[in-house]
Nanobody, 123 residues
């Protein structure tokens, strides 16, 4: 059974950066496409970025394009989300999730989920 654990969240000022990690255990990560999602209080969960099994393709939400970069290191069973130029509206709990098949930004397509890591952007 694949298990995912997010880390790297925290508090940062607007304009700052954070790098989130999604570490997998129980199975090799290279069998799965990975997505990053976030959920702010009172809002629905939204797709942020996703990446294919090989790392050669993916997608990002319009709100984070040019600021967030998703990458993966299959040798170390880890996926990363580099977040730059953070804004207060990026404040949310960030989750990583895995699915077999193509990378997608739709959360209902994902089978395995981590418990999330909090990101707070505030001055």
């Amino acid at each position: 059974q694949l298990q995912l654990v997010e880390s790297g969240g925290g508090s940062v000022q607007p304009g700052g950066s954070l790098r989130l990690s999604c570490a997998a255990s129980g199975s090799t990560l290279d069998a799965y496409a990975i997505g990053w999602f976030r959920q702010a209080p009172g809002k629905e969960r939204e797709g942020v970025s996703c990446i294919s099994k090989t790392g050669r393709s993916g997608d990002s939400a319009r709100s984070v394009k040019g600021r967030f970069i998703i990458s993966r290191d299959n040798a170390n069973n880890t996926v990363y989300l580099q977040m730059n130029s953070l804004k207060p509206e990026d404040t949310a709990i960030y989750y990583c999730a895995a699915r077999r098949g193509w990378p997608l930004l739709a959360s209902y397509e994902y089978e395995y989920w981590g418990l999330g890591t909090q990101v707070t952007v505030s001055s």
